[in-house]
């Protein structure tokens, strides 16, 4: 069975903080994708980073950076120097490698920067 | 071009009624999705099709949610005597689904279904 856990239900820190995400996925599949969504209060999904299960090389895009241990199945995700725009709920996700494969989203967690 | 579009956007019924959410993929996208997200809740997987094979059911909560997709395009998720449990954003998303590589799934803007 697939399973995503993230254990943090909400953060809260004060802008300019540094706050990483914790993502933990189950799969038995060997080849598999990984992702990172955003969902601001807006409320539509904003896709943010697909890697594959292959490419353990960590990823770097501005103030966000991703680190994916396949040894410890973890996935997690570093916002660098936070700002009130970050506010959000952020979603880790899982899916097959085929070309369609439904994805396993973790129940979220609610990050919340403060001015 | 166009989307993935939801509609309506928000629906409110009443304990016991049936209800339909209307689901427009993106033309060309022959991989159609829902997913619903409760209250506080990440996304749910429901039920996926894929061109013409026979759609995976494994995520629907029970034998009162049903979909279609009817031409290989519109989908329709029936949600039959609704309960309040029920209430939740639906999404829908679409993708190619071609090759063997990852096709990206973009998703609609939902559905906001309240049951009384």
């Known amino acids: 069975a697939q399973k995503v856990t993230q254990a943090q239900t909400e953060i809260s820190v004060v802008e300019k903080e540094d706050v990483t995400l914790d993502c933990v996925y189950e799969?038995?599949?060997?080849?598999?994708?990984l992702f990172w969504y955003k969902q601001p209060p807006s409320g539509e999904l904003v896709f943010l980073i697909r890697?594959?299960?292959?490419?353990?090389q960590n990823e770097i895009s501005g103030r966000y950076s991703w680190n994916f241990q396949k040894s410890t199945s973890s996935f997690n995700f570093t916002i660098t120097a936070s700002q009130v725009v970050d506010s959000a709920v952020y979603f880790c996700?899982?899916?097959?490698?085929?070309?369609?494969?439904?994805?396993?989203f973790g129940s979220g967690t609610r990050l919340s920067i403060r001015p | 071009g166009a989307g993935v579009s939801q509609s309506p956007s928000n629906k409110v019924t009443e304990k016991g009624k049936d209800v339909e959410l209307r689901c427009d993929p993106i033309?060309?996208?022959?991989?159609l999705y829902w997913y619903r997200q409760s209250l506080g809740q990440g996304l749910e997987f429901l039920i996926y099709?894929?061109?013409?094979?026979?759609?995976?059911k494994s995520g629907l909560p029970s034998d009162r949610f049903s979909a279609e997709r009817t031409g290989g395009s519109v989908s329709t998720l029936t949600i039959q005597r609704t309960q309040q449990e029920d209430s939740a954003v639906y999404l829908c998303?679409?993708?190619?689904?071609?090759?063997?590589?990852?096709?990206?799934?973009?998703f609609g803007p939902g559905t906001r279904l309240t049951v009384l």
């Open positions: 998303a679409s993708s190619l689904a071609h090759g063997s590589g990852y096709n990206e799934q973009f």
């Open positions: 799969t038995r599949d060997t080849t598999y994708y």
């Open positions: 890697r594959n299960s292959f490419d353990e």
């Open positions: 996700a899982l899916s097959g490698y085929s070309s369609a494969s439904k994805i396993i």
């Open positions: 033309s060309g996208h022959t991989a």
């Open positions: 099709f894929q061109g013409n094979s026979a759609p995976d």
